[in-house]
C-alpha cells in the first residue's frame, strides 16, 4: 500500500539522519544541558518572584516543573530543589542571579542546536542575536510561571466561588493538584510549539510542526511511564550510586526525553523532504 511505503521512506529517513548526524550525542547534550540549566533557571525566576512579591512561587514552580515527572523520578528531586528555592535571595541585580539567567539560556541553545541538526538548516543569525533571543525566552518562562502561579493561589477561592453559585459545575472541578497537572502540561505544549517554531533557522508552518509534537508528547508519556516501570520493578540505581541515585535517574531520563524530542524535529524534517519529493515528482509529470 502507498501509504505503508510512505511511512517506511519517512521512518528510515528521520531514524538515519538521527543516527548518522550523532543523534545520539547531541541527545546526551540536551540532556546535561536541560539539568544543569534547570536549577538556574528556577533560582532566577525564584528570586525575580520574591523581587516582586510573590513569595510563594517556589513551590509552585517546582509542581510545574516536576508533576509531569513520574513521581518515582521527581520526588526526590523536587524536595531539594524546593530547599534550596526557599533560601532567600535579595541579590536580584547582582552578578550571581545574571550569571543564573545565563546558564538557564545555555538550555535554550541546546535545544536550538539540537533542532537546527534535525531540520537539516544552518544558522545563519548571530551569536548576539540567538542569546538575546535564549534570554528572552528564559524571561517569558519565569513571568508565564509567575502567572499561572498567581492562578494557583486563587484557584481555591475560584473553586469556591464556583461551587456555591455554580451547582452543576461541581462534579467537573477537581483537585487543585489536577488542574496543576493540566496546566503543567499546556505549559509543555505551549513550549515544544513555540521552540520548533522560533528556536531553529528556518521558518515553518504550525501545520509543519505538528506531527514532530504529537509524537513527542506519545513518546514522553510512553517512556516516561515505561522508566517509572523500571525503576520500580527492577532498577538497582540506589545501590548502584547511593547518594548520587537521583541525580543519575534523573540523567537518564533526561537523555530518554531528549532523544525523543529530536526525533521529533527528524520526524517533522522527513515528513517535509517526502512532501517537497513528492510535489517535484509531480511537476515533473505534468
Known sequence: ??????????????????NNDDGWAMSSHVA??????????????TTLASFLGAEAFA??????????WPAEIAAPIAHEVVNVLTVQRRDLLTFGVVLA?????????????????AYRVRETRSFLHRRIQSLVFVLIATLSFLAISVLLILAPLIERFLDSHFVWIRPYLGTIT??????????????????HVWLPAGRRRLTEIVPGILFTLAGWLTGSTMFAAYLDKFSSYVT?????????????FLYINS??????GELNAAISRYLAGRAKVRRVRE
Not at 500500500?1 to 538521527?18: K, N, Q
Not at 513551590?59 to 509531569?68: R, S
Open 240 to 252: 548502584t550510586y547511593a547518594g548520587l541515585a537521583s541525580i543519575m535517574i534523573a540523567i537518564v
Open 101 to 117: 539567567a545565563y546558564f538557564a539560556s545555555n538550555g535554550i541553545e541546546a535545544l536550538r542546536t539540537s533542532l537546527n541538526r
Open 259 to 264: 532523544v525523543i524530542f529530536i526525533l521529533g
Open 32 to 45: 546535561i544541558s536541560a539539568l544543569t540549566a534547570l536549577f538556574p533557571f528556577l533560582i532566577f525566576a
Open 1 to 18: 500500500m502507498r501509504w505503508l511505503v510512505a511511512v517506511r521512506r519517512v521512518l528510515f529517513d528521520a531514524l538515519g539522519h538521527f
Open 59 to 68: 513551590e509552585t514552580a517546582v509542581h510545574l516543573v516536576f508533576d509531569t
Open 178 to 195: 489536577l488542574w496543576r497537572f493540566i496546566i503543567a502540561a499546556a505549559v509543555i505544549v505551549f513550549g515544544l510549539v513555540a521552540v
